[in-house]
């Protein structure tokens, strides 16, 4: 009598690892969809938190406060930036001086923003809360094959509304139509 063997055969392992690698072939272009459109969620989310930080800031402390986009030499851009900042600009020179008062500095990271404000690199909330600019901030993904951008909508009231999905068909609206992040 023979003994019984256990474990798989060569040929079962083989079977097993083609249909992983196969199921994985699939699933890949999905999860790199998912993983851009996370990073434009969370880039959005970061922009509204500090817009609505900046304009608190002017409400309690009585004093302009800036949002923007810095470059890497602390200047305020309208696109291309590599993070962005809450501060209060006391000299009005669109710079991030090392003497003025910031609270929020985060680093950009997987997305392209770009600035709609009136030929401003910046949004200033006054005292009041109001806004000085009206505009908006388009987040696309850096991955060129991830078509769809979402905005971060600014009102001179200080109000700040978030682009939505109206017909579920995965493009966020503007008022001129679906967000395209397409060149």
């Known amino acids: ?33 998912f993983t851009g459109q996370q990073r434009v969620a969370a880039q959005i989310i970061e922009i509204r938190n500090s817009l609505q930080l900046a304009r608190s800031l002017a409400v309690m402390d009585g004093k302009i406060w800036k949002f923007c986009m810095l470059d890497a030499q602390q200047n305020c851009v309208k696109q291309n930036g590599v993070s962005v900042a809450v501060f209060r600009d006391d000299n009005n020179d669109n710079q991030r001086g090392h003497d003025e008062k910031r609270k929020n500095v985060s680093s950009i990271e997987g997305v392209n923003i770009k600035l709609s404000a009136s030929n401003r690199t910046y949004i200033r909330f006054k005292r009041t809360g109001e806004s000085m600019e009206s505009g908006n901030f388009q987040v696309c993904s850096s991955d060129a094959n991830f078509a769809q951008g979402r905005q971060v909508i600014i009102y001179r009231s200080g109000r700040i509304r978030l682009s939505k999905d109206t017909n579920q068909d995965g493009y966020h609206k503007s008022s001129s139509g679906p967000i395209s992040c397409v060149i």
Do not use: D, R, W, Y
Not at 2 to 20: A, D, R, Y
């Open 1 to 33: 009598m023979k003994p019984q063997q256990e474990g798989f055969s060569l040929i079962e392992l083989l079977i097993c690892i083609g249909i992983l690698s196969l199921l994985l072939t699939i699933s890949l272009p999905s999860m790199t969809s």
